[in-house]
């Protein structure tokens, strides 16, 4: 029976690059990226968002 | 009748500076009150989405089942019954990083396991479930919760357990779904 629950498993195949202060996007161990090798989490989570539900609902009282 | 926005709840298990920062000022600016958890909530990437967003931290080792039920109780009470669950969990040691497969001592590969893997186990019957929703809350037919577990892992590591070379290019298919999305 269905249980309303959704499960989505994201493999992200990819080094992740988040965004430092100076603008450039950089991995704690291997630094600073190179040709864009690494992916932006900002765009993941985009897509992440995506998948899941609208933020709200509104419900009458 | 007036009507009153029910503001969904997102909880992130497993937070840095990385994915889960993002996923949690996203959340935050789409209208989701959110909570994220990690074994040191008081990194500063951490303590600044608090002052940003109002990330609601809280402190969770998720390997552990009886962390993960306290953590969920915390924030069934502090935000309401989450109806997103992001498992963000990493799970590597630190003496693991750059090791070959043949280097890796087999007491740390079973800790990596039991925290990237077994960590999404004690978190999945939370969700969803009758125990942590508030009685104001829809019931669960109405309701569309999430459980989104993330891996990541650069291609590399399908090869090697743990890359010894971070600098990995994404297969050409991850690189096309991130500029297409």
């Known amino acids: 029976m269905p249980q309303g629950i959704h499960v989505a498993n994201v493999p992200i195949d990819a080094a992740i690059g988040w965004t430092q202060e100076d603008g450039s996007r950089a991995h704690r161990r291997a630094g600073t990226t190179v040709d864009d090798n690494m992916a932006d989490p900002d765009r993941i989570a985009g897509d992440l968002s995506a998948t899941a539900s609208p933020a709200s609902v509104d419900v009458g009282i | ?181």
């Open chain 2, 1 to 181: 009748m007036p009507k009153v926005a029910v503001q969904d709840v997102a909880l992130i298990v497993g937070g840095g500076p990385g994915i889960s920062a993002s996923c949690a000022r996203l959340l935050a600016q789409d209208g989701m009150r959110v909570g994220i958890a990690a074994r040191d909530p008081d990194k500063p990437v951490l303590e600044s989405l608090e002052r940003s967003h109002g990330i609601r931290r809280y402190r969770c080792d998720a390997s552990e089942p009886d962390a993960v039920r306290e953590l969920f109780e915390a924030v069934v009470r502090d935000l309401g019954a989450p109806t997103l669950v992001v498992h963000n969990i990493d799970g590597r040691v630190a003496g693991i990083f750059g090791k070959a497969i043949t280097d890796v001592e087999p007491r740390m590969a079973l800790e990596t396991l039991r925290n990237a893997a077994f960590s999404a186990l004690p978190g999945r019957p939370a969700v969803g479930t009758d125990h942590a929703r508030q009685p104001n809350q829809c019931p669960r037919r109405e309701r569309n919760d999430h459980l989104l577990p993330t891996q990541v892992r650069p291609s590399k590591a399908s090869r090697q357990v743990v890359p010894s070379q971070w600098h990995v290019t994404p297969s050409p298919g991850s690189r096309r779904a991130w500029r297409e999305n």
